[in-house]
């Protein structure tokens, strides 16, 4: 029997990246390993329920309730946030679909896909946009999660408030014992791979979903079973459609990243109905859901007090009995822990992987990315408004242009037809060589398209346009791109199953 390393794949069933059978072009070990070839077709594991609850620690994460509530905060009424939820998520369940199906039908991690579009050395241009935002964002995380289990901590035993008085590097001592916590809980639940991943998005799912269920029912109560629909005069009329059209545009910018690179995990799952259906209840009716719960809170706060509340834990933080606030925040942390290991831990140890594949496998990147997340002091990030608006803002503004490219040069230019095995060759008679490694075209629709992005979702002159600037960088990255190709050339569709690997046990 053969034996089966760490990663799960058998290492007899890996070709050797220097030899080719007769007629095909050589692998290359820069660009081929077991972690960056397709899965195999069979046994994937990651079925309609995996995906559901993928998306419900997604959607239901303090962040997006930070969101949701202020738009209730900002005029905006309980129906018309619902609306604007409503419309975001159809579009988003739309983007996700196409996205989903590439990497389902070509079982492809995201910097392995982008080589279709950008060529197999231009790729690393779009999958390190996605890991500079993914690592930066994972950081951020894991410190707001940090302070939510200072909270926590300090509610228990009050004595450790001593602990968090002096700064180390702008963190307490107390700060840096739960920011180190926190980060550890999450390397070690990545160290057992994507299988492990699954399991814990799985598991955490219902739990968020109950406890916020719970706390919204809790604030209803509260307020006599009576809330507030609106903090004021809505708007109305064509400002009314204008703002809730933003406001959906806004939702489906933030999940601009998602977008990108949910091949990663669509990769495992068995075929297209699985997408449709774990997306379809993970997506729409989740996020109504969601939507509701956002807006129960919001209005209950401001039926009883009259206060416009920033974030749900600020709620959490009123809770007068200390075991409900410590239910609470062990919900908070789950529910954190989990969205930054399906948004911002995946994503950067499939990059690394991909820049020295001889060097880092899934597991060795997503530890450095981790530790790279600590050295940038993220901390600092957060607290620095600009920093949070010019450098991520920035980059953001380039995942639509990405997007546009990459969905165009798959559906509209190849048809869907992809000639997996020379995705790892560098021989110049390589479908994905182009000139150098690089498809220039692709590059020539990218950089107008990511500039106008830029322009739009920056510059305050365009502050009315900036919130569908996402939309406009994917309309003219595509649009670019798509009278730059070659749609006449002829495209194969080859599979990779003589390549693939075990599914998703890196």
């Known amino acids: 029997m053969a034996s089966i390393s760490r990663s799960g794949v058998s290492p007899v069933d890996v070709p050797r990246a220097e030899t080719a059978r007769p007629g095909e072009l050589p692998l290359s070990p820069r660009l081929y390993s077991a972690d960056l070839a397709p899965t195999r077709a069979a046994n994937r594991t990651w079925g309609r329920y995996s995906l559901f609850a993928l998306w419900t620690n997604d959607v239901h994460n303090i962040a997006n309730y930070a969101f949701a509530i202020g738009l209730f905060a900002l005029g905006l009424s309980g129906a018309q946030i619902l609306a604007a939820f409503a419309l975001g998520a159809l579009v988003i369940y739309g983007l996700m679909n196409l996205s989903g199906y590439m990497g389902q039908k070509t079982g492809l991690p995201y910097p392995v896909l982008c080589r279709i579009s950008f060529g197999i050395h231009g790729a690393q241009v779009p999958a390190l946009v996605r890991a500079v935002i993914a690592i930066a964002w994972f950081g951020i995380q894991t410190y707001l999660a940090s302070v939510v289990l200072r909270v926590l901590l300090t509610a228990i035993a009050p004595a450790l408030q001593a602990y968090d008085q002096n700064a180390i590097l702008g963190l307490s001592t107390l700060g840096w014992v739960t920011f180190l916590g926190i980060w550890c809980v999450q390397v070690a639940i990545f160290a057992y791979g994507m299988e492990m991943v699954r399991r814990y998005e799985s598991l955490a799912g219902p739990v968020i979903l109950v406890a916020f269920t719970a706390l919204a029912g809790w604030m209803y109560w509260r307020c006599g079973l009576s809330i507030a629909w ?277």
């Open 230 to 506: 609106s903090s004021g005069n809505p708007p109305t009329g064509s400002t009314m459609c204008l703002k809730v059209l933003g406001a959906a545009a806004l939702w489906v910018s933030l999940y601009g990243s998602m977008i990108l690179n949910f091949c990663d995990f669509t990769r495992n799952c068995p075929d297209k109905r699985t997408i449709n259906m774990g997306n379809f209840w993970g997506l729409p009716v989740n996020m109504l859901g969601f939507a509701l719960i956002a807006v129960v809170l919001a209005g209950a706060q401001f039926s009883i007090d009259g206060k416009l509340v920033q974030s749900p834990t600020e709620i959490v933080a009123a809770i007068p009995n200390t075991a409900g606030l410590v239910l609470a925040c062990l919900a908070f942390l789950i529910v954190t822990v989990a969205v930054n290991i399906m948004a911002n831990f995946v994503a950067p140890a499939f990059v690394l992987t991909n820049l020295a594949p001889k060097l880092l496998n899934f597991r060795r990147a997503g530890l450095l990315s981790a530790a790279i997340a600590v050295l940038i002091l993220p901390w600092h990030l957060y607290n620095s408004p600009s920093v949070i608006v010019y450098f991520l803002g920035g980059l953001g503004a380039l995942l639509g242009p990405l997007y546009g490219i990459i969905v165009t040069d798959y559906y509209l230019v190849r048809r869907s037809r992809v000639n997996l095995p020379q995705l790892y060759s560098e021989s110049p008679e390589a479908a994905y060589h182009y000139r150098g490694g690089v498809n220039l075209r692709a590059v020539a629709a990218f950089i107008p398209a990511s500039l106008i992005a830029i322009v739009l979702a920056l510059v305050p002159a365009f502050d009315t346009l900036s919130q569908f600037s996402w939309f406009f960088g994917a309309g003219l990255g595509g649009l670019i791109h798509y009278a730059l190709a070659d749609r006449r050339a002829r495209y194969l569709d080859v599979s990779g199953e003589a390549i693939a690997v075990d599914s998703a046990q890196h």
